[in-house]
């Protein structure tokens, strides 16, 4: 079937604007997550969605930024007045997480690579 | 909070040679552990996970990892690398929390 997707690819901003990043998690998959990946902080958990839960919002470096998940499936990252410290590959993941219980593997989308100039 | 660590920044091999990337976590309680693979220019994969039992765990494309509980390790390995294989491999633990933390990375690179 068919893996994680995430629009656009690609995106270029100019300072102080909003964007939104779109995650299309696998089918029937409950959990949702988003990451970054920059160049000075590797890879770093952002948020979590898991079913109706509240999500877990633990990573969100400011409140700048935001995340949904409508519907238990799409997911939309929200970042309010970029800044160029905000360019990175924000990397969105899904997993099954089965009724029994315990870890499920994460799959990842292709990213989107954001741009603040 | 847990952590992991990656010694190896990045590691330049010639085919056939062996591979060990080291990979420490720091964590008390029960983890689960896994590699993941970034080829250039794609998406993050799955190399191999560690839930529990056997700790010599196996993956795809030849590679293995061993858990030992006792150094806090999981360390992959391949016998003969391959050019196909360059890539950056990054080591991942989750706790109860489920969201992955990761390693800083360890870009490969095999000369043919």
């Known amino acids: 079937g068919a893996g994680v997707s995430q629009s656009p690819s690609n995106k270029v901003t100019e300072k102080g604007k909003d964007v939104e990043l779109r995650c299309d998690p696998i089918?029937?998959?409950?959990?949702l997550y988003w990451y970054r990946q920059s160049l000075g902080q590797g890879l770093e958990f952002l948020i979590y969605?898991?079913?109706?839960?509240?999500?877990?919002k633990s990573g969100l470096p400011s409140d700048r930024f935001s995340a949904e998940r409508t519907g238990g499936s799409v997911s939309t990252l929200t970042i309010q007045r970029t800044q160029q410290e905000d360019s990175a590959v924000y990397l969105c993941?899904?997993?099954?997480?089965?009724?029994?219980?315990?870890?499920?593997?994460?799959?990842f989308g292709p990213g989107t690579r954001l741009t603040v100039l | 909070a847990q952590s992991v660590s990656q010694h190896n920044h990045h590691v330049i091999l010639s085919e056939a040679a062996s591979l060990e990337l080291g990979c420490n976590y720091s964590?008390?309680?029960?983890?689960?552990l896994f590699w993941y693979v970034q080829y250039p220019g794609q998406h993050l994969q799955l190399l191999l996970k560690?839930?529990?039992?056997?700790?010599l765990v196996k993956g795809i494309k030849g590679f293995e990892a061993e858990f030992i509980k006792s150094k806090f390790s999981f360390n992959l390995r391949k016998p003969s690398v391959q050019w196909s294989d360059t890539a950056e491999y990054f080591c991942?633990?989750?706790?109860?929390?489920?969201?992955?933390?990761f390693g800083s990375g360890t870009r490969l690179q095999v000369q043919p």
């Open positions: 993941a899904s997993s099954l997480q089965s009724s029994r219980g315990g870890t499920d593997t994460q799959y």
């Open positions: 089918s029937g998959h409950t959990a």
């Open positions: 969605f898991q079913g109706n839960s509240a999500p877990d």
């Open positions: 964590y008390g309680g029960t983890v689960n």
């Open positions: 560690y839930f529990s039992g056997d700790p």
């Open positions: 991942a633990v989750t706790t109860g929390r489920r969201a992955l933390t």
